[in-house]
């Protein structure tokens, strides 16, 4: 079945370097992707969202990458902050545009 | 504006019980969707409803079931609850249907013993 899997489970920053989190996907049908945070006790937070007819997109302090031919996104975080801290998320739109399958998730710690 | 409003916050609930969540869409969106999201895990689709018409299913056994209200409002009810069914059950509404625009709530906490 579609799968959608993040490489590491765990990723620990300084503060002020650049976080690279990445996801992987195995259905090639699969044309809309977003990226979520997840603060504890919340539900999951919109970060920015990609088009399977783009490259790369970005936001404030955040870009993704798309990388269609060996099916891989990846979330860069800028200059990452104690409240980036989370779990973060992607997610493929999927089954006729009705539903998200999401990946596992990747937690951020950020020291100071 | 409120954005999505789940009730309760948290639940406890015996195996074997019946449970039903509630989902406030934000004003003037006409979809819901429901996930479960097991600890350590992410969200699973369960259902995505639109203009009170079930419009996907997930994977989950039939003793799991939803509807939608003419004010777009909806209800998740789970029977003859497991052990398993322990989850964070996120709500997420959207304007039209499809996964595009979601927002989720903050899900409700169950906890069946």
């Known amino acids: 079945g579609e799968s959608v899997g993040l490489h590491l489970p765990t990723l620990s920053v300084q503060e002020g370097d650049n976080s690279i989190i990445n996801c992987a996907y195995s259905?090639?049908?699969?044309?809309?992707f977003i990226w979520y945070k997840q603060e504890s006790g919340k539900g999951p937070q919109f970060i920015i969202d990609i088009r399977s007819n783009m490259d790369k997109r970005q936001g404030q302090r955040v870009t993704v990458l798309l990388n269609k031919t060996v099916k891989h996104l990846s979330l860069q975080i800028a200059a990452t902050q104690p409240g980036d801290s989370a779990v973060y998320f992607c997610?493929?739109?999927?089954?006729?545009?009705?539903?998200?399958?999401f990946g596992a998730g990747t937690r951020l710690a950020v020291h100071p | 504006d409120a954005g999505v409003t789940q009730s309760p916050t948290h639940l406890i609930k015996t195996r074997g019980q019946q449970v039903t969540l509630r989902c406030s869409p934000i004003?003037?969106?006409?979809?819901v969707s429901w996930y479960q999201q097991v600890l350590g895990q992410g969200p699973q689709f369960i259902f995505q409803y639109y203009e009170k018409e079930e419009r996907g299913r997930g994977n989950f056994p039939d003793r799991f079931s939803a509807r939608q209200f003419p004010n777009y409002s909806s209800e998740l009810n789970v029977n003859a609850l497991l052990l398993g069914d322990s989850a964070l059950y996120l709500c997420?509404?959207?304007?039209?249907?499809?996964?595009?625009?979601?927002?989720f709530g903050s899900g409700t906490r169950l906890t069946v013993v």
């Open positions: 997610a493929a739109l999927s089954g006729g545009y009705n539903k998200l399958i």
């Open positions: 997420a509404s959207s304007l039209a249907g499809g996964g595009y625009g979601y927002t």
């Open positions: 004003s003037g969106h006409k979809s």
């Open positions: 259905n090639s049908a699969s044309d809309y």
